[in-house]
C-alpha cells in the first residue's frame, strides 16, 4: 500500500529530473539516464516563483491562523457555555460545511467587488477562513469537550476569566486537535483553487496553484517544469507535518491528554 500511494510522487520526481528530450521517450523509462536539475532551475529562476511562494505561505498561514483561533473561541462557548440551541448550532455548521463550495463563488465575488477586495491577498484569506471554520469548529468542540470541567471550574477558582481559563487550561489540553485543525486549514488553503482563480488576476497575487497552471499552456505543456514546481510546493507542507506529526496523529485518533 505504500508503495502505491509513493507511486505519484516517485514519477513526479523522476519527470522532474528528465531532460526534455526523454519525457516523451517510449517505451517510458522509469528513471532517467542522465538525470538533471534543469526543470528544477527553470522553475526556481522564474520571475515569479519568489511572489507565489511568497503570497501561498502569507495567504496560508494567516489564514490557518485565524481559523484555528476563532474556531477555538467557538467550539469553547458550544462546549462549555452554550444552552439547548448549542447542538442545533453544531448542525448548522455541519449543514454549511455540505453545501458544495462553488456554489458561493458568485455570491463573494459580487460581495467583494462591492467592498472594492477583489484581486488582493485579503480576498483569499477571508474565504479561506470562511470555508475552513465551521468544520475545524466542529472538531475542536468534540476535543474540548474531552477535556475535564474541573480544570475550568479550578481556574476560574484561581482568579482566571472564561477566556483565561480557554488559553492557559484548556488549550494545552487539547492541543492535540488544535495542531491537527491548524494542518487541515493549512492544507486546506495552500491547495485551494477555484477561489484563487476567481477572485484574483493581477500577477503579484497570484498562488501556487495558479503558478502550477500556468505551466500549462493551449499547445504544450512544461511537464519537467510542472513537476519540478509540484514538488518544491509540496515541500513546506512535508515540514509543516513534520512538526505537528505527534499532535496531528493524537488529533487524528481523537485523544486527549488531561
Not at 469553547?76 to 444552552?83: E, V
Request: net charge neutral.
Amino acid at each position: 500500500m505504500l508503495l502505491f500511494a509513493l507511486l505519484p510522487f516517485f514519477w513526479m520526481l523522476s519527470t522532474a529530473l528528465k531532460p526534455a528530450t526523454q519525457i516523451y521517450t517510449s517505451p517510458v523509462t522509469w528513471w532517467p539516464s542522465s538525470p538533471t536539475l534543469e526543470n528544477f532551475v527553470a522553475v526556481v529562476t522564474r520571475a515569479d516563483f519568489t511572489v507565489i511562494m511568497g503570497n501561498t505561505l502569507l495567504v496560508a498561514g494567516v489564514s490557518a491562523t485565524v481559523s484555528t483561533t476563532v474556531a477555538l473561541l467557538a467550539a469553547y462557548g458550544l462546549s462549555r457555555l452554550a444552552s439547548r440551541w448549542g447542538e442545533l448550532l453544531v448542525l448548522l455548521l455541519l449543514f454549511a460545511q455540505m453545501i458544495p463550495t462553488i456554489l458561493f463563488v458568485i455570491p463573494y465575488f459580487l460581495v467583494f467587488r462591492t467592498l472594492g477586495l477583489l484581486d488582493t491577498l485579503l480576498v483569499l484569506i477571508v474565504t479561506h477562513v470562511s470555508l475552513t471554520m465551521p468544520i475545524a469548529t466542529w472538531l475542536l468542540r468534540r476535543f474540548i469537550a474531552k477535556v475535564p470541567r474541573e480544570l475550568d471550574e479550578a481556574a476560574l477558582i484561581d482568579g482566571c476569566g472564561q477566556v483565561g481559563a480557554l488559553f492557559r487550561v484548556v488549550a494545552p489540553s487539547a492541543r492535540a486537535g488544535i495542531g491537527a485543525v491548524f494542518f487541515y486549514a493549512f492544507l486546506g488553503s495552500w491547495h485551494e483553487y477555484l477561489f484563487a482563480l476567481s477572485l484574483t488576476s493581477s500577477p503579484e497575487n497570484r498562488v501556487v496553484t495558479l503558478g502550477i497552471t500556468s505551466l500549462v499552456g493551449q499547445y504544450q505543456v512544461s511537464w519537467g517544469e510542472l513537476m519540478a514546481l509540484g514538488i518544491l510546493t509540496t515541500l513546506p507542507l512535508i515540514a509543516l507535518f513534520l512538526l505537528v506529526e505527534r499532535n496531528l496523529v493524537e488529533g487524528l485518533a481523537g485523544g486527549v491528554k488531561g
